[in-house]
């Protein structure tokens, strides 16, 4: 089942700090986080998995609550380049080729 | 960047007739997957391998065949085009609980 993600979209200006949340019904093993810039395929930003920790790099960083099958993916001080549409990923643990399941994005919008 | 590449990269063709996408690596990952995206859907996976020969359905199979004869090349087969059918068709690859890397895509319109 496809995670749900929120907001659909979001408009900022350069500088501010945004929030986007990945909800699943089923219990998670990790969920993956990509930035899609238009026409480009999409790009990995990273991986949380079930017992880690907050990952992060540069002023992107990413929480995973396992009890509430949630993650969120925090930026923080936006700048022009953080345009694009993010999908989360979710890999629920069952199958052999660790196939994601993704949500149907968050278009984010830096305006200078 | 992974080295993966897809092939055609646009491609035009009418209801009916056959297409085969072809997806080509030189990372040696064991994994690849087929997804298509469309607005309002993100992307779906229509087929994956996980080895040579060895594939299975994704969440939107119906009307797609793969093929993986080789390590690097993992093939989709349109075996009559639908305008349903219409989309972009990304390749990935990937290495267990690691990333996966996405090609560069494939627009597919069927008239």
């Known amino acids: 089942q496809q995670p749900v993600q929120s907001p659909q979209a979001v408009i900022l200006r350069e500088g501010e700090d945004a929030v986007i949340n990945c909800s699943s019904s089923?219990?998670?093993?990790?969920v993956h986080w990509y930035r899609q810039k238009h026409g480009e395929a999409p790009v990995f930003l990273m991986i949380?998995?079930?017992?880690?920790e907050q990952k992060g790099h540069d002023k992107i960083s990413a929480s995973f609550n396992e009890k509430k099958q949630q993650s969120s993916l925090y930026l923080t001080a936006s700048q022009l380049s953080y345009s694009g549409t993010y999908f989360c990923g979710t890999y629920d643990g069952s199958g052999s080729a660790r196939q994601l399941t993704f949500g149907s994005g968050t278009q984010l919008t830096v305006l200078p | 960047d992974a080295g993966i590449t897809q092939s055609p990269r646009h491609k035009v063709t009418e209801t009916g007739t056959p297409v085969t996408l072809r997806c080509h690596q030189t990372?040696?990952?064991?994994?690849m997957y087929w997804y298509r995206q469309d607005p309002g859907h993100g992307l779906r996976l229509i087929h994956y391998?996980?080895?040579?020969?060895?594939?299975d359905k994704g969440e939107v199979s119906d009307g797609y065949s793969v093929s993986r004869s080789k390590t690097e090349d993992f093939l989709l087969t349109l075996e009559s085009a639908t305008s349903s059918q219409t989309s972009v068709y990304f390749c990935a690859i990937s290495e267990r609980w690691v990333e996966q890397y996405f090609g560069p895509g494939t627009r597919l319109t069927v008239t």
């Open positions: 990372e040696n990952h064991r994994y």
């Open positions: 949380l998995l079930k017992g880690g």
């Open positions: 089923k219990a998670l093993y990790s």
């Open positions: 391998s996980y080895g040579v020969k060895d594939t």
